[in-house]
């Protein structure tokens, strides 16, 4: 799978690469070679955080939908047992 960016991220991550490049490393890098970068990055590592972040969704899904009946479960047959305790207040 190829993980591609949006053109206005794409712009911003090699403008992100570039100052960090400016900030922590003793040289700068031009837009060509953040670009390279950029797409190595998203080619050989971007799959590795994609494969984790759906992992990470489906186990935060299955864990909602084994709580489904925890969470949503309503009580069966509840008219007559709530009109018999009001008849019993009133007494």
């Known amino acids: 799978m190829t993980i591609d960016l949006p053109k206005q991220a794409r712009a911003d991550a090699?403008?992100?690469?570039?100052?960090y490049f400016r900030e922590n490393m003793s040289e700068s890098i031009?837009?060509?070679a953040?670009?390279?970068l950029l797409s190595f990055i998203l080619e050989e590592i971007g799959p590795a955080i994609y494969n984790r972040a759906i992992t990470d969704a489906q186990t935060r899904?299955?864990?909602r939908v084994a709580d489904l009946s925890g969470e949503l479960f309503a009580d069966e047959f509840q008219y007559w047992p709530k009109i018999d305790a009001k008849r019993k207040d009133r007494r």
């Open 30 to 32: 031009g837009d060509l």
């Open 61 to 63: 899904l299955g864990q």
């Open 14 to 19: 090699i403008a992100s690469l570039q100052r």
């Open 34 to 36: 953040a670009g390279l």
